[in-house]
T-cell receptor
């Protein structure tokens, strides 16, 4: 059973702080890793994709991947109340590159 | 780029009727699309993988005769909920896989805005 684990939260951070979201996965052969943001009542929106070990930065977001530890994280710098959402970690696995989703971490950024 | 549309966004129907939901990739071709269902406060649940020109692959526990999937072109997949019942009320979301990386990110799934189905 391929699994993706996330802390459900809520993770509460003050405005302007760094939010750190973590994810572990069980399938060692996974190749592609994604972070999606989902606002309540809306569909997921792609934030970041990462394929190789190390860091990948895009604006206020940094994804980090460590395949040896089977660990992927998302850092959000200068957190804003508008960042409050559920963040889904997804790992490609199975035929047709199905995504295996974690249950999501709810982030709450308070003013 | 990488826009996926879904229609309708919201539908209310009577028990026993069938409902068709369309999913379109607007600016890239998608040989593979995926259909998910999400109940309130729960995570996404993959229902099936839709493959252009071939039969869909259903996840365990999903009735293929109840949830009919047709992927007739590289930009369109449809999900038909047949003989819908109140327990089928849910948020149905499709995603399309950009295999070629037209959007700039290879093998990435982009989600449609979802269809909220309410069966009375």
């Amino acid at each position: 059973q391929k699994e993706v684990e996330q802390n459900s939260g809520p993770l509460s951070v003050p405005e302007g702080a760094i939010a750190s979201l973590n994810c572990t996965y069980s399938d060692r052969v996974s190749q592609s890793f994604f972070w999606y943001r989902q606002y309540s009542g809306k569909s997921p929106e792609l934030i970041m994709s990462i394929y190789s070990n190390g860091d990948k930065e895009d604006g206020r977001f940094t994804a980090q991947l460590n395949k040896a530890s089977q660990y992927v994280s998302l850092l959000i710098r200068d957190s804003q109340p508008s960042d409050s959402a559920t963040y889904l970690c997804a790992v490609s696995g199975g035929g047709y590159n199905k995504l295996i989703f974690g249950a999501g971490t709810r982030l709450a950024v308070h003013p | 780029g990488a826009v996926v549309s879904q229609h309708p966004s919201r539908v209310i129907c009577k028990s026993g009727t069938s409902v068709k939901i369309e999913c379109r990739s607007l600016d890239f071709q998608a040989t593979t699309m995926f259909w998910y269902r999400q109940f309130p406060k729960q995570s996404l649940m993959l229902m099936a993988t839709s493959n252009e020109g071939s039969k869909a692959t259903y996840e365990q526990g999903v009735e293929k005769d109840k949830f009919l999937i047709n992927h007739a072109s590289l930009t369109l997949s449809t999900l038909t909920v047949t003989s819908a019942h109140p327990e089928d009320s849910s948020f149905y979301i499709c995603s399309a896989r950009d295999q070629a990386g037209t959007s700039g990110s290879t093998d990435t799934q982009y989600f449609g805005p979802g269809t909220r189905l309410t069966v009375l």
